[in-house]
């Protein structure tokens, strides 16, 4: 498979912006491992083959396990997630498939028994930032070779 187009070479301003957005979260206090979770959950549910190799890499590294990456699609029956993890999973599919039912009151009120509104802010945008990201290799068909992320 070959790569339809470069968006950070045709439109340098754009994808400047975006990485923008990305350099700001990697600020907020919102932890890597919710921030890992969410990355991966998103690539999965959008099937972006590029940003889950990326994403499973970094979580490998920031201490996340093997177990809990392999358990993640299924995150709603496993006893590996808290329940704080679990509507933090619940808000990113919700997000991800926004036309779906949007973020429901549900999974808001949730979210607001774990996080204060500023992090659930921070983990809104995160969620559209991946999705962003998603988006773009899946259209233009970025992909890594196992040697790239290994």
């Not at 039912?101 to 809104?124: C, M, P, S, V, W």
């Amino acid at each position: 498979m070959k790569q339809r187009l470069n968006i950070q070479e045709l439109e340098p301003n754009a994808y400047n912006a975006i990485l923008e957005i990305y350099k700001y979260l990697e600020t907020t206090t919102l932890s890597k491992k919710s921030k890992n979770l969410i990355k991966i959950r998103a690539s999965q549910i959008n099937t972006c083959a590029y940003c889950i190799e990326m994403h499973t890499t970094e979580a490998l590294k920031n201490g996340e396990s093997q177990n809990r990456i392999f358990a993640l699609s299924a995150w709603r029956e496993s006893p590996l997630f808290s329940e704080k993890e679990k509507a933090l999973l619940a808000a990113t599919d919700e997000v991800t498939l926004i036309s779906n039912n949007g973020l429901t009151e549900d999974t808001f009120q949730k979210l607001k028994e774990y996080f204060n509104a500023n992090e659930i802010a921070q983990i809104i945008i995160q969620i559209g930032e991946i999705n962003i990201w998603n988006r773009i290799a899946v259209s233009t068909q970025m992909f890594h070779t196992t040697s790239n992320v290994l």
